[in-house]
């Protein structure tokens, strides 16, 4: 059950990543408003809970979460407005999708009251699990769609060069939409198999 539930965030949290710009930077930007949301979020459903307004719990899980985003772009804008603009709507999909992750609030309706340390531990661990396979996937894309690495900077990106790409705008099909469908669906494919692989080396 747990494997599942594993797969199903896994799932959600690439698949809202396909429409934003396939590259490294941009990951770490993602990575970062998500690192922010779950840890504000954390604080402020503590002191929701402290004021017992539980039976608000829709209505106060989006306006937090409106709240957070838009406090986090107008800082992506002070840091680099160019990097806030290509972005543009895909902040606010990124932060409400937490929602259908479902590691940020979670623990909303819980009969007994839920520690600070308890909901950061958790809330933070659901992110650092999601680090690595979301990392991988925008290098995936920054390589093969456009044969280099980046980094967010001020000035926009900070760019290595790895590879030449062939495409006369620079940008190969692995960068695209459609490429990033198609990685999402060889990696989730390769992370059920291994996962496959593991139960049956665990019941033999």
């Known amino acids: 059950m747990n494997n599942r539930k594993e797969f199903f965030r896994l799932t959600c949290v690439l698949a809202v990543l396909v429409p934003v710009p396939g590259r490294l930077a941009y990951g770490i930007i993602t990575i970062l408003l998500l690192i922010w949301v779950m840890t ?20 106060t899980t989006v ?58 531990h958790r809330n933070i661990k659901t992110v650092l699990n999601l680090i690595p396979p979301m990392l ?9 769609g456009y044969g280099t690495l980046t980094l967010p900077a001020t000035s926009h990106l900070l760019e290595w060069k790895i590879m ?3 495409d006369a705008d620079g940008i190969g099909f692995w960068g695209t939409a459609g490429g990033a469908f198609i990685l999402l669906g060889i990696y989730l494919g390769i992370y059920l198999f291994c996962t496959r692989k593991l139960r049956i080396a665990e019941r033999s």
């Open 136 to 144: 991988a996937f925008y290098a995936l894309r920054d390589i093969l």
């Open 40 to 59: 504000v979020g954390s604080l402020l459903k503590i002191v929701i809970q402290r004021l017992r307004l539980e039976d608000f719990e829709q209505i």
């Open 63 to 120: 306006a937090v979460l409106a709240a957070l985003v838009v406090i986090f772009r107008q800082f992506l804008t002070l840091f680099s407005p160019v990097i806030s603009l290509t972005m543009s709507f895909s902040v606010y999909i990124i932060g409400f999708s937490s929602v259908v992750i479902g590691g940020l609030f979670s623990s909303f309706g819980e009969d007994t009251p839920v520690s600070l340390s308890r909901l950061l």
């Open 164 to 166: 030449h790409i062939a």
